[in-house]
């Protein structure tokens, strides 16, 4: 199975700031990787897909970026309701897999 | 608006079995693949399984495969989740999620989710 690795594992940050979080995949899932947010108590919310393509009706403040094995989330001045959990996931191959999650809070 | 609603869940013991369901509306349920996806307590996402629109192509997580078996109804608008031989480990909130329109193999949609106990 491909292994994904998210970091950082906790972030703390602003309004108004840019924040960025990383997936790494054991190995080459082309530009195969998505971003979801997860709000408490709620489903998730799919932000970015095909590696930086950007989901109908999300933000342009939201941004992705890699391919291959390294990914990055992006998010660009701040808002207070972006809080939550970030999950990266591969969809280059069964079985899906997704990091660990990254808690973003907000000051 | 795209509505998934999950039931079914509970209290179980290992050994046992419980089927979840999912009633969708506000989306051509019949033209989408549909996934199950948990989370146990205080732990990341899993990916479980998938089902194709039509029903034809079914696939699984290794940590379920042979016990759950993941089904649909296009005329009732359901998707269903069959688990057998639970497990402490299977322990989590269970959700369905649509696969989105441009890639399937992603979820651009999620129920609230349902919870599913596996205790003595």
């Known amino acids: 199975d491909v292994q994904m690795t998210q970091s950082p594992y906790n972030l703390v940050a602003s309004p108004g700031e840019s924040v960025s979080i990383n997936c790494k995949a054991s190995?080459?899932?082309?530009?195969?990787l998505a971003w979801y947010q997860q709000k408490p108590g709620k489903g998730s919310k799919l932000l970015i897909y095909?590696?930086?393509t950007l989901q109908s009706g999300i933000p342009s403040r939201f941004s992705g970026s890699g391919s291959g094995s390294d990914f990055t989330l992006t998010i660009r001045s701040l808002e207070p309701e972006d809080f939550g959990l970030y999950y990266c996931?591969?969809?280059?191959?069964?079985?899906?897999?997704f990091g660990s999650g990254t808690k973003l809070e907000i000051k | 608006e795209v509505q998934l609603v999950e039931s079914g869940g509970g209290l179980v013991k290992p050994g046992s079995s419980l089927k979840l369901s999912c009633v969708a509306s506000?989306?051509?349920?019949?033209?989408?693949?549909m996934h199950w996806i948990r989370q146990a307590p205080k732990k990341g996402l899993e990916w479980i399984a998938l089902?194709?629109?039509?029903?034809?192509?079914?696939y699984y997580a290794d940590s379920v495969k042979g016990r759950f078996t993941i089904s649909r109804d296009n005329s009732k608008n359901t998707l269903y989740l069959e688990m057998n031989s639970l497990r402490s480990e299977d322990t989590a909130m269970y959700y369905c999620?649509?696969?989105?329109?441009?890639?399937?193999?992603?979820?651009?949609?999620w129920g609230q989710g349902a919870s599913v106990t596996v205790s003595s």
């Open positions: 999620a649509k696969g989105a329109t441009r890639d399937f193999y992603v979820m651009d949609a």
């Open positions: 506000g989306f051509t349920f019949s033209s989408y693949g």
């Open positions: 089902i194709y629109h039509d029903g034809s192509n079914k």
């Open positions: 190995k080459n899932i082309n530009k195969y």
């Open positions: 095909d590696g930086s």
């Open positions: 996931q591969q969809h280059n191959e069964f079985p899906f897999t």
